[in-house]
C-alpha cells in the first residue's frame, strides 16, 4: 500500500479531529495480531460514522471500517489509511421488533431481546462481533441466521450521499453473503422483527445451552477470529481440514486449534504473516487432497 502522506493525515485530522495515529490493531481484533493503523476513528454514533467515512472519502484517505474486530486479519505493516470502529450502540424496542445500531455487540442484543420477551434471536448469544458485522456477513449458527428474522437494514449511500432503507429481499443474503460486501453502503443500523410474548426463562435456558455447546466445541478461551473457512457446499471446513489430521500444525505462533479443525489459534506471538502463510498451506492442501476449494471467511485489511 502507499504510504499515507503527512498531508492527508493532517487534512484528515482537521475534518474528524478526534482521529488518532498510530494505533496498534492488534488491540482491537481478537487474533491479537495487526501492526498499527495510520489513522483510527471510533464512531460512537451513526452521524459520527458517515461523517468519518465521507472525511475519508473527501480527503482521499483510504479507510476501512470494522465492528468488534473478531472476524477480522490486519497485516503486521498495519494499514495506510483510516481504521474506522462502529461504535454506534444505540439498541431499542417496539413491540415485535427490534432496531439495533451497526456497533451493537450482536451477544449484548441476543440478550436482550430475550429479556424483552423476544423469541428467535436465542442462536446469537455467543456471534462474536458487532450487527453491522452479523449482517455484513449474514452470521449465522445453531439453525439461525441473520437473514431468518431481519426486515429492513438502514444504510448511508456513499455514492448518492443519502440514507436508505434496504428491504430483506434488497439485502440478497446467501451464507456468509449480502448486498453490504459487493455496494457502498454503510451499515448504520439493523431493524428485526422476532416472535411475540416469549417464554423468558426458556429464552435463557436455550442460550446457556448453546453457549455450553459452543464452549465444548470451539476454542473461545484462545485468541482467534473464529472460523476461518466458509463452509464448502456440501462440505464442513472443519471436517475437511479435520481428514488430512491438521489439526494441531503450527507456523511460527499460529495453530489450527485442537478442538476444532477451523479455528486457528495465535499461540500468543503470532503475525499476520504467519496466519495468511497457513491459511494458504490449507487450502493447498485441502484443494490436492481433497479437490475442494476453500474460501476464507476472516476479512482482511492492508495486504
Ligand atoms: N468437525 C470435525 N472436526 C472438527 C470440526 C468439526 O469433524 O475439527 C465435524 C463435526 O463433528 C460436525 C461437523 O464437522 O459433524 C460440523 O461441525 P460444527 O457443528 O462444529 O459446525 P461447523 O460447520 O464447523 C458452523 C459455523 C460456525 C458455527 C457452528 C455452529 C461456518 C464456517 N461455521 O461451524 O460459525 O458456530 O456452525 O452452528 O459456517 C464462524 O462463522 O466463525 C463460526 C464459528
Not at 10 to 16: L, S
Not at 237 to 258: E, N, P, T
Amino acid at each position: 500500500m502507499m504510504p499515507l502522506t503527512e498531508n492527508k493525515k493532517e487534512a484528515y485530522e482537521k475534518r474528524v479531529p478526534k482521529a488518532t495515529r498510530d494505533e496498534p490493531m492488534s488491540k482491537h481484533t481478537s487474533f491479537r495480531v495487526g501492526g498499527t493503523a495510520r489513522l483510527h476513528v471510533v464512531a460512537n454514533s451513526s452521524e459520527a460514522l458517515i461523517e468519518a467515512v465521507t472525511a475519508a472519502l473527501e480527503c482521499d484517505v483510504p479507510f476501512f471500517l470494522y465492528g468488534g474486530g473478531s472476524n477480522l486479519l490486519v497485516s503486521d505493516d498495519g494499514y495506510e489509511g483510516v481504521m474506522i470502529q462502529a461504535a454506534n450502540r444505540g439498541l431499542s424496542f417496539d413491540g415485535e421488533r427490534m432496531k439495533a445500531e451497526s456497533g451493537v455487540i450482536t451477544g449484548m442484543a441476543a440478550r436482550q431481546s430475550v429479556e424483552h420477551g423476544l423469541g428467535g434471536f436465542e442462536w446469537a448469544i455467543g456471534v462474536p462481533g458487532t450487527i453491522g458485522g452479523a449482517v455484513f456477513g449474514n452470521a449465522g449458527c445453531y439453525g439461525g441466521e441473520i437473514k431468518d428474522s431481519l426486515e429492513s437494514v438502514e444504510v448511508f449511500d456513499l455514492n448518492a450521499h443519502e440514507k436508505k432503507i434496504m428491504t430483506h429481499t434488497e439485502c440478497a443474503f446467501a451464507y456468509r453473503e449480502s448486498l453490504f460486501k459487493h455496494h457502498p453502503y454503510l451499515i448504520l443500523s439493523a431493524t428485526f422483527r422476532f416472535k411475540p410474548n416469549a417464554d423468558i426463562a426458556a429464552g435463557k435456558a436455550r442460550m446457556n445451552e448453546i453457549m455450553k455447546t459452543r464452549k465444548e466445541k470451539q476454542p473461545l478461551e484462545a485468541s482467534s477470529a473464529g472460523c476461518a473457512f466458509k463452509n464448502p457446499p456440501g462440505h464442513s471446513a472443519g471436517q475437511l481440514i479435520d481428514s488430512l489430521s491438521l489439526k494441531g500444525l503450527k507456523i511460527g505462533d499460529i495453530q489450527v486449534s485442537d478442538k476444532h479443525a477451523n479455528f486457528l489459534v495465535n499461540r500468543g506471538q503470532a503475525t499476520a504473516q504467519d496466519i495468511i502463510t497457513i491459511i494458504s498451506v490449507i487450502k493447498m492442501k485441502v484443494r490436492d487432497e481433497l479437490g475442494v476449494q476453500l474460501e476464507e471467511e476472516v476479512q482482511l485489511a492492508g495486504f
